[in-house]
C-alpha cells in the first residue's frame, strides 16, 4: 500500500508541481493535467473539454527572455501584446480579446495564479507582470474560455503558473547577459535536496537595468524568490516566498507625427512606476489514501504602487481668440471662455500647461482555500470529483494628488515643459484630490466533476459560487458630498458550465463546452462610476452609483489529434458573450470619463496549431482569428473622431469592432539542433490591422471634410493601427562543463510598427514644440527597434537539465 500511494504522490507531484495548474506529463499517450489552480490527483487532457495550452520547464528554458510575456506573445496561440507602457515588464497581454493588464482602466477578463494563488490585484484587477519572477518559473498553463473553477474575472481565460523547487532544479547557477539598450541582468540560483530526501529547497535572484530604447526610458528591476518544501510518502508542504522591488519608466504613446521617422521619442515626462512586493504562500497536499487527496494553500500578499506622471494638463485652454495666456502688470488676464472671465481658482488650472500627478497605493491582500479530489468510480463508472471553498480578503489605500505648473504668478506665463517634454516650474502647492480605502471579502465554493461513460465519451460539469463583500470609505469628502467616494456593495452569482469529449481512436479527440465565469466591479471601478462626477484615470475618482457584475458565457468546440508521435494538431472554435460588459467611457469634461455597463460584446474565433519533430527540427505554427464587437449600441464622447456630431459624440452600433484587437495573428516558431550542443531558433509574429480608441464606431475618415474646417481639433489621420510582422532569434549552445552561451535578437529586420493606439489631441507640433491649438491626432505606441543581447550561464554543483 506505501508503494501504491507513493507512486501516486509522485504521478500527482509530477502532474500538479506546486500549487498552480499542473504541469505536463509526458508519456506514450497520455498527457495529465490537473483541473484546477490547486494540484489535484491529475486528469487525461483527453478528458478536459477545453484547448488547454501547457508549457514545460524545458520549453521555457530553451527561449531566453526578460519577462514572462516574451514567451507568450512567441509561442501561445490567441495572445498578443500591446506595448501601451513601452516598457517590457509592463506588456498588456491579451488573449481572445480579453486582457491581463497593468493598467487602470483596462477592461480586465484574465485571471492569473501563480503556485495557485490569484495575483489579479483588488484595486482594479490588474496585473504587474514584474512581479513575477520569470527565472523562477517551473511550468505554466494557459486554460481558455469562462472556467468558472478558475474563479472570479476569469471572463476569457486563465493563466496558471508553477514555480521551481529543488527537486528538479539541484545544484547553484550564476547567469549573465548585456546588449541593447544598455541592458544587464545578473541572475543567481541555488537548489537542492537533503539527504534523506524528505526537504528540498531553491532561491534565486535576479537584477536587470537598462536605459531602455526610447529616451528618458530606464528602468530597474529586483527580483528574489525562494521556496522551502518538505515531503514523506503522503504528504507535501511548500514555502514559498516572492519579492521585488521596481522602478521603471513606461513612455506610452506619442502623436505619429512626432516620430519623424525616429522611434525612442516620447510625448510628456517622467512617466514612473515603482512597485514593491512581499508575497508569502503555503502550499500543502495529503493523501488519504490512494483514492482521496486533500490539498490547500494560504497566502499573503502586499504590494505598494507609486506612479509619477508629468502630463497635459487637460483643463488647460486658450482664449476664443486663439491668442495664448498673458500676465498683465496689474496681475492675471487668463483666457476668456464663452465669453465670460472665469472665476478665481480655476483660472490656474486653465492657465497651466502640465501637471505633475501621483498615486500612491498600498494593498494587502491573505487568504486560503482549500479542496478535496476524490477517484472514486460511481455507479461503476470511473469518476473524478473535486470539490472546495475558498476565502480572499483584502485591503486597499489608494491617493492622488497633481502639482500644476506655473500660470497664475503675477508674472509673464511660464512654460510647463522643457525641450525634452519633462515638466518645470512646478507650483509649490499639491492637491490632494483622493484618499481613499477599501475592503473586499470574498467567499467561493466549487466542484468539477468529470464521469467516464465509456472508454470514448467523458463528461465534465463544473460549477463555482462567489459572495463577494465590498466597502469604500472616503477620507476626503463627507458622505452627503456628491464626490464621495464611500458605499457598500454585495455581489453573487453560480456560475455553470458543462462540457463533453468524444475519443473515438487514439489519434483524435473532440471536445464541447458551455461555461459562464463573471467578475464584480473593482475597487476603482465602483468608486468611478457616476457620470455627473466623471474621473481622470488613474489619477482620480468620483462617486459610485452601484454597477452590475460581467458575466461571460462561453462556448467551445474544438478537435485535437497526432498524425504520428512526432505529429499533433489542434483546432478549436469559441463563442464568448460579455453581458453587462464593463468599459470606462469619456465625458464631456475634457480628460475624464467613467466607468459603466455597456451591454454586450463578443469575440468570437478560431484557433488552429500544428506541433512536431522532423529528425533535428522542431515547429510550432498557429494561427488566430477572432471577430471581437460590440453587441449593444452606446454613445460615448469621442473628440478626435472626424464622424463625432455637435456634443463631441460617437454612435456605437451593434458589429462594429472593438478596438485594440487584431482580427488574424499568425506564429512560426523554429528550432534546429546543429549539433547535441548547439540549437538555433527563430520566431516569425504576424497581427492584421486594429482599430484605435477614440475609432469604436469605426467611421473615423482620413482626411475628411470635418478635418478641413476643423482640424485644429479632429484628427485628420488613420484610424487604424497597421498590420505588421517581426521576426526573432534565438540560439544556445552548450560549452561544457556546466558553461553554456545563448544570444537573442529581436526584430531582426528592423521593421518599423506600433502595437496599439487612440485618436487624440496633442499640445506639441511635430517640432515638439508647445502648440497653442489642440492638433488632432493619432497617438500609437511604437514596437521596438532591432536589439540583441548574449549571455552565459554556469552551472555547478549538479544543476541538471529542466525536466
Known amino acids: 500500500m506505501k508503494l501504491k500511494i507513493s507512486a501516486l504522490l509522485a504521478l500527482a507531484l509530477a502532474s500538479s508541481a506546486s500549487l498552480g495548474a499542473a504541469e505536463k506529463l509526458t508519456t506514450d499517450t497520455i498527457n495529465v493535467i490537473s483541473t484546477t489552480p490547486l494540484p489535484s490527483i491529475g486528469i487525461p487532457l483527453s478528458k478536459v473539454p477545453a484547448n488547454i495550452q501547457v508549457v514545460s520547464p524545458k520549453e521555457i528554458k530553451k527561449q531566453s527572455g526578460v519577462s514572462i510575456a516574451d514567451y507568450m506573445i512567441n509561442n501561445l496561440e490567441g ?48 496585473v504587474s507582470w514584474d512581479l513575477i519572477p520569470t527565472f523562477a518559473i517551473g511550468g505554466m498553463q494557459l486554460v481558455p474560455g469562462s472556467n468558472p473553477v478558475y474563479g472570479l474575472n476569469t471572463l476569457g481565460g486563465a493563466i496558471s ?50 536605459d531602455g530604447w526610447r529616451k528618458y526610458s530606464p528602468t530597474t ?125 480655476y483660472e490656474e488650472e486653465m492657465c497651466s500647461q502640465g501637471a505633475l500627478n501621483r498615486t500612491a497605493s498600498n494593498q494587502k491582500n491573505m487568504g486560503f482555500t482549500l479542496q478535496a479530489a476524490f477517484n472514486q468510480d460511481l455507479l461503476g463508472k470511473k469518476n473524478q470529483l473535486i470539490t472546495g471553498f475558498g476565502f480572499d480578503h483584502s485591503k486597499v489605500k489608494f491617493g492622488q494628488s497633481s502639482q500644476l505648473t506655473e500660470g497664475d504668478d503675477g508674472q509673464p506665463l511660464e512654460s510647463g515643459f522643457d525641450s525634452s517634454r519633462g515638466l518645470i516650474n512646478l507650483q509649490s502647492s499639491v492637491n490632494t484630490s483622493v484618499s481613499l480605502s477599501g475592503k473586499t471579502k470574498t467567499y467561493s465554493l466549487f466542484a468539477t466533476d468529470t464521469l467516464s461513460l465509456n472508454k470514448e465519451w467523458h463528461v465534465t460539469a463544473s460549477a463555482r459560487y462567489n459572495y463577494i463583500d465590498l466597502k469604500n470609505d472616503d477620507h476626503l469628502n463627507a458622505p452627503s458630498s456628491s464626490s464621495y467616494l464611500g458605499g457598500n456593495h454585495k455581489f453573487n452569482r453560480v456560475n455553470p458550465s458543462l462540457g463533453l469529449t468524444f475519443t473515438p481512436s487514439e489519434s483524435i479527440n473532440v471536445y464541447g463546452s458551455y461555461s459562464e465565469s463573471s467578475r464584480a466591479p473593482s475597487t476603482i471601478e465602483l468608486g468611478c462610476s457616476n457620470p455627473a462626477v466623471p474621473c481622470k484615470l488613474p489619477n482620480a475618482m468620483a462617486s459610485d452609483p452601484p454597477l452590475d457584475q460581467v458575466v461571460a458565457k462561453t462556448y467551445d468546440l474544438g478537435l485535437r489529434g497526432k498524425i504520428s508521435s512526432d505529429l499533433k494538431w489542434s483546432a478549436s472554435y469559441y463563442r464568448a458573450m460579455n453581458h453587462s460588459d464593463i468599459q470606462f467611457i469619456s465625458s464631456t469634461t475634457s480628460g475624464a470619463g467613467y466607468f459603466d455597463n455597456v451591454g454586450k460584446t463578443k469575440r468570437e474565433g478560431l484557433d488552429l496549431s500544428t506541433s512536431g519533430n522532423l529528425d533535428k527540427f522542431h515547429f510550432n505554427v498557429g494561427y488566430s482569428y477572432i471577430r471581437a464587437t460590440y453587441e449593444s449600441d452606446m454613445t460615448i464622447l469621442a473628440e478626435s473622431n472626424s464622424s ?95 558553461w553554456k552561451l545563448f544570444a537573442k535578437a529581436i526584430n531582426v529586420f528592423d521593421q518599423d510598427y ?32 532591432r536589439a540583441g543581447w548574449i549571455g552565459v550561464r554556469y552551472e555547478f554543483g549538479g544543476a541538471p537539465e529542466a525536466k
Open 221 to 345: 528591476v529586483n527580483q528574489a524568490f525562494g521556496k522551502l518544501g518538505w515531503q514523506n510518502e503522503t504528504s507535501r508542504l511548500n514555502l514559498s516566498y516572492m519579492g521585488a522591488d521596481n522602478d521603471m519608466i513606461g513612455n506610452g504613446l506619442i502623436p505619429t507625427f512626432m516620430l519623424n521617422g525616429d522611434r525612442d521619442q516620447i510625448y510628456t515626462r517622467p512617466d514612473q512606476t515603482k512597485n514593491s512586493m512581499t508575497h508569502i504562500a503555503l502550499n500543502g497536499d495529503h493523501w488519504l489514501n490512494k483514492d482521496v487527496m486533500l490539498s490547500g494553500n494560504s497566502y499573503f500578499r502586499k504590494v505598494n504602487r507609486n506612479t509619477l506622471n508629468g502630463d497635459v494638463n487637460d483643463d488647460y485652454r486658450f482664449d476664443n481668440s486663439g491668442a495664448d495666456k498673458t500676465v498683465s502688470a496689474n496681475g492675471l488676464n487668463c483666457a476668456i471662455v464663452n465669453g465670460s472671465t472665469p472665476s478665481k481658482g
Open 644 to 738: 463625432r456630431d455637435n456634443d463631441e459624440q460617437i454612435n456605437i452600433t451593434k458589429g462594429n469592432y472593438l478596438a485594440g484587437i487584431p482580427k488574424h495573428q499568425f506564429k512560426l516558431r523554429g528550432a534546429y539542433d546543429v549539433t547535441p550542443d548547439w540549437s538555433v531558433g527563430a520566431n516569425l509574429l504576424a497581427f492584421s490591422s486594429q482599430y484605435m480608441r477614440g475609432n469604436e464606431n469605426n467611421k473615423h475618415q482620413e482626411n475628411s471634410a470635418l478635418c478641413a474646417s476643423d482640424g485644429d481639433e479632429v484628427n485628420c489621420g488613420k484610424g487604424k493601427i497597421a498590420g505588421y510582422a517581426i521576426v526573432n532569434l534565438d540560439s544556445q549552445y552548450n560549452v561544457g562543463k556546466g
Open 754 to 785: 506600433a502595437s496599439v493606439g487612440r485618436l487624440g489631441i496633442s499640445r506639441f507640433d511635430s517640432a515638439g514644440v508647445w502648440s497653442t491649438d489642440g492638433i488632432g491626432s493619432a497617438f500609437v505606441a511604437p514596437g521596438a527597434p
Open 79 to 126: 495572445v498578443t501584446v500591446n506595448e501601451t507602457q513601452g516598457n517590457p515588464f509592463q506588456p498588456d497581454i491579451t488573449f481572445r480579446g480579453y486582457s491581463a493588464s497593468p493598467l487602470l482602466g483596462s477592461p480586465q477578463g484574465v485571471s492569473v495564479f501563480v503556485d495557485g494563488v490569484r495575483v489579479n490585484e483588488p484595486f482594479g484587477e490588474t
Open 161 to 210: 503558473i508553477q514555480t521551481k523547487d529543488g527537486r528538479n532544479n539541484k545544484g547553484a547557477a550564476l547567469e549573465v547577459e548585456a546588449g541593447s539598450w544598455k541592458r544587464y541582468r545578473a541572475l543567481a540560483e541555488y537548489g537542492g535536496v537533503s539527504k534523506d530526501g524528505s526537504v528540498d529547497y531553491y532561491f534565486g535572484a535576479q537584477r536587470l537595468d537598462e
